[in-house]
Each structure stands twice: as C-alpha cells, then as structure tokens.
T-cell receptor, first 113, second 112 residues
C-alpha cells in the first residue's frame, strides 16, 4: 500500500507570492491533517479534514487555508507569503474520523526568499 | 490551551544504556498518546502509541508508560543502539478528530 504522497517536495517562493501544496492520503484513509514544522516552533497543527469538511483548525492566520476533495486528496494554500512561512509542511492521513494513528508524508520543503 | 511539555530537549547516552523521555499534557480530554521518531531530513514515523485505558505498552526495546492522574507519559528505550539516534516527539490527541498536539522534541544521541 502506498504511503502518504506530497507534492512538490521542494519549492522556493518569493515574499508576497502564494503557494499550493498537494497531498494524497493512504488509500482508504479519509482523514487528512496538515502540520507546519520549523526549528523554532516544532510541529504545529494547521488543520484537519474529514469527508471534505474542516473539523479542526490550528492557530494560524487566515492566509493559510486548505480543502479536501471527494477522493480524500487535500491541498493547502498559503497566500501573501512571508519569510517566516519557510518550513517543512507535513501532511498526515488517518483511516477513521477520530482518535486514530496518523501517518505522515515526506513533506514539502518551502523556502520563502 | 492545549500544551504538551517534553523533557529533556537533548539526551546523550552510551550504546547499550537506557534512555527515558518524559512528557506532560494539559488537556484532560486527551486519550491518545503516540511517539514519533524523526531522522534528519525525513518524515516523523510512529514508533509506539498508547491509549488512556492502558497504563503501559511494550514493543521489543521500546516501552511507553502513562499516568493519567498526573498527566504524564514516558518513552523508555532499552539497550540503545546508534541507529536510535534521532529526534523523538511525543504527542497527545483526543477523541475529537485526529488533531495531535506535539511536544518540542528530544534529540537523542547514542554514542558508540
């Protein structure tokens, strides 16, 4: 069974631009969540989707948004990029709706210059 | 708000020794406690998890203990090996969705 797949793996953007990151969960998994990982702040929860509905949202500004499609694939978007948005963005999937093991993808490394 | 504190931030042990990492959580609704290992440049990988109806769980050289009253849980690695060197994260989750709150991480170095 293929794991969580994230694209692109690496990208460089300029301040003020916007970026879209994509995530394909493990087959059969309906829950997708996103995390931001930085050396200073560690692993921080961004949001979680289940059956195309956002169920939880972390403490990030409105520039960070996401969505989930009917095939459980998910995208997250960051608009008006800031230098501080440089981070590893990790997607994770889970089989059921709550209280379950989450499996991470390899992440998308975003550098904002 | 929800918070998970993890100690120590770095831990150096001699090969063959044991390593213990401790976490404390604040949300009394937390009932799921996974541990992830992250090697440099790689994704976090689940190594063991425990649910609130269990006090201890073991998998070969790795064990996790949970004290719900004190809101503490710990990771124990015995007979450490150089390949155990990595960053370890504890986390806490509730029955409300799959959101996890992570600790700050522990850099474990196993010296051979």
């Amino acid at each position: 069974k293929a794991g969580v797949t994230q694209t692109p793996r690496y990208l460089i953007k300029t301040r003020g631009q916007q970026v879209t990151l994509s995530c394909s969960p493990i087959s059969g998994h309906r829950s997708v969540s996103w995390y931001q990982q930085t050396p200073g702040q560690g692993l921080q929860f961004l949001f979680e989707y289940f059956s195309e509905t956002q169920r939880n949202k972390g403490n990030f500004p409105g520039r960070f948004s996401g969505r989930q499609f009917s095939n459980s694939r998910s995208e997250m978007n960051v608009s008006t990029l800031e230098l501080g948005d440089s981070a590893l963005y990790l997607c994770a999937s889970s089989q059921q709706s709550s209280g379950n093991t989450i499996y991470f993808g390899e992440g998308s490394w975003l550098t904002v210059v | 708000g929800e918070n998970v504190e993890q100690h120590p931030s770095t831990l150096s042990v001699q090969e063959g020794d044991s390593a213990v990492i401790k976490c404390t959580y604040s949300d009394s609704a937390s009932n799921y406690f996974p541990w992830y290992k992250q090697e440099l440049g790689k994704r976090p990988q689940l190594i063991i998890d425990i649910r609130s109806n269990v006090g201890e769980k073991k998998d070969q050289r790795i064990a996790v203990t949970l004290n719900k009253t004190a809101k503490h849980f710990s990771l124990h690695i015995t007979e450490t090996q150089p390949e155990d060197s990595a960053v370890y994260f504890c986390a806490a989750g509730t029955q409300y969705g799959n959101k996890l709150v992570f600790g700050a991480g522990t850099i474990l170095r196993v010296k051979s």
